[in-house]
């Protein structure tokens, strides 16, 4: 084992042992039986098939040449696993570091990418928020639903920008490569929006997202002691997903918790209840992607200081220039 990625592994250890020593994960202890960790368990299949249907979403958005799915699932992997660590879903430009070492993908059609993928994922959200709120209008803020489809159709309007104006408006911006890198950044993911390549991923997104109600569903029929309808499953995962996508602390974590209580609580649970099967709830879909991420960086670069090199060779030669 190389000493960098040893290096990398006791400060991520450090990091998830100063995260499950916190105060928030105390409850566990005192509600959580083995129902709870059968159906931590049986949902694990669906978080491989979850990420390996992001690795081919990833790898579709990429486009031109073809990325190896393996090498993608790597990619979202360390994304997902690292996200419990860093925060404000800064791992997501792993993905795009990686692929640059590992596949050859230029970091702006990876990143373009990324934008890709969190545009179709928003707009996800926002129709699950509004079936939420036609099923439970009193529960579901529809302040925070209209926020998304808002941001949403935001970003796809301006895909559809002509390319000229925003071309002469990246052109603007200071030290020439990096205006360079935004506007192929901007010109792949207008010509991704037009394709039919974007209803593909679109279309692969809601397969990921159905994966991910299954998730939250199994794990409530095996581990839950109320009988929950669809439509409370519904609600737990519109209030748990929003949680998540709040950047406040790394992994989503607390607004998940919180997103979970309220949504358990109006399905019937008490607080007492609530706490720990949202908390385990959350930590099963972290903990495997983690350890995976884990493993991978044992044997592969990240692609952080490769590109960090980079970026100081062309610095140094705009000075010298």
């Known amino acids: ?31 959580v039986g083995p129902g709870l960790m059968w159906a931590a368990l049986a949902v694990q299949p669906l978080i491989v098939i979850g990420i390996l249907i992001y690795a081919f979403r990833h790898a579709l958005l990429i486009g031109g040449a073809r990325v ?84 949403g159709g935001l970003v796809l309007v301006c895909a559809l920008f002509p390319a000229r104006p925003v071309q002469a408006l990246t052109r603007l911006l ?14 792949h993911f207008s010509a991704t929006v037009r394709s039919p390549v974007f209803y593909q991923a679109f279309a692969l997104g809601i397969l990921g997202w159905g994966i991910a109600f299954g998730n939250i569903y199994l794990f409530m029929r095996v581990g839950g002691n109320i009988p929950v309808e669809a439509s409370g499953i519904l609600l737990i995962f519109v209030l748990t997903t929003i949680g998540s996508g709040i950047p406040a602390l790394p992994g989503g974590l607390g607004t998940y918790e919180a997103g979970a209580v309220v949504a358990l609580k109006a399905v019937g649970y008490s607080f007492g209840e609530a706490l720990p099967l949202a908390i385990v709830l959350h ?16 044997k592969d670069r990240m692609g952080l200081s490769s590109l960090i090199a980079d970026l100081r060779t062309s610095m140094r030669h705009s000075r010298d220039s």
């Open 1 to 31: 084992m190389k000493f960098s990625a040893l290096i990398k592994i006791v400060l991520v250890g450090a990091a998830m042992v100063f995260v499950f020593n916190s105060p928030m994960f105390a409850p566990m202890s005192k509600g």
């Open 283 to 298: 930590a099963t879909q972290l903990v495997l992607p983690l350890l995976l991420a884990l493993v991978i960086l044992t």
């Open 174 to 187: 200071p030290w020439g490569r990096f205006s360079n890198f935004v506007e192929r950044v901007f010109v």
């Open 68 to 151: 190896p799915i393996s090498v993608a699932f790597k990619a979202v992997t360390l994304a997902q696993g690292l996200n419990l660590i860093l925060p404000a879903r800064s791992s997501e430009i792993l993905k795009a570091t990686y692929l640059r070492d590992h596949a050859d993908v230029p970091l702006s059609a990876a990143m373009s990418a990324i934008v890709l993928e969190r545009t179709v994922d928003i707009l996800i959200v926002a129709a699950l928020g509004t079936l939420g709120l036609s099923v439970f209008l009193d529960v579901v803020d529809y302040r925070i639903v209209l926020v998304l489809t808002v941001m």
